[in-house]
């Protein structure tokens, strides 16, 4: 298996333009989750799925963020617009029932 | 409050020397534990995890775990670290009933020869 799956693995963009992340999980796991990681705030988990339904959005930051889940395979995270302050490694996860494997991160920098 | 606390930011060993990171949790019932690896530009690997059971853990690259109810603890320890150890170790928490993963603050660990 090739593991969690993140697209593009770093993303350079101007604020205010719209950014696109993409994840496609581990196939067979049914829960997926989107984090993210900055010096100051650490690793906060953003929204996650279950069977592609958001359980839990409270961690978006907010409107300008949002995640869709299609199908079991593909998951997106879009910041529009974006702005410096959403600089930071974003990391998708799945997981089937207890262990959450992650991919290896975009990492995201807003000019 | 639910809450994890790593209260090492940055600790440096010695290359073959013991290591003990520590980790604890606030909350009434006795949580799932993991212990994650970060090595730089990475992302978190899975070091083993306790759910119940036997309180002492194995993990992966020689690395245990000993859950301490009394303490509210979930130490990690290493009897010999090597060089290729040196990255950033998160302690998470899932609390009853919920998918989500709590993670500490991180503990930076640097091997120095």
């Known amino acids: 298996d090739a593991g969690v799956i993140q697209s593009p693995r770093h993303e350079v963009t101007e604020m205010g333009q719209e950014v696109t992340l993409r994840c496609k999980p581990i196939?067979?796991?049914?829960?997926l989750f989107w984090y993210r990681q900055t010096m100051m705030r650490g690793l906060e988990l953003l929204i996650y799925?279950?069977?592609?339904?958001?359980?839990?959005d409270s961690g978006m930051p907010e409107d300008r963020f949002s995640a869709k889940m299609p199908n079991a395979s593909f998951s997106t995270l879009k910041i529009q617009p974006s702005e410096p302050r959403d600089s930071a490694v974003y990391f998708c996860a799945s997981s089937f029932v207890d262990e959450q494997f992650f991919g290896p991160g975009t990492r995201l920098t807003v000019l | 409050a639910q809450s994890v606390t790593q209260p090492d930011i940055h600790i440096t060993v010695s290359e073959g020397a013991s290591l003990e990171l520590r980790c604890n949790y606030s909350y009434g019932a006795t949580p799932y534990l993991f212990w994650y690896v970060q090595s730089p530009g990475q992302g978190l690997q899975l070091l083993l995890k306790?759910?119940?059971?036997?309180?002492l853990v194995q993990g992966i690259k020689g690395f245990e775990a000993e859950f301490k109810r009394s303490q509210s603890s979930f130490n990690l320890r290493k009897p010999s670290v090597h060089w290729s150890d040196a990255a950033e170790y998160f302690c998470a928490v899932v609390f009853f009933g919920n998918e989500k993963l709590t993670f500490g603050t991180g503990t930076r660990l640097t091997i120095i020869p």
């Open positions: 306790y759910f119940s059971g036997d309180t």
């Open positions: 196939s067979g796991h049914n829960s």
């Open positions: 799925f279950n069977n592609n339904v958001p359980i839990d």
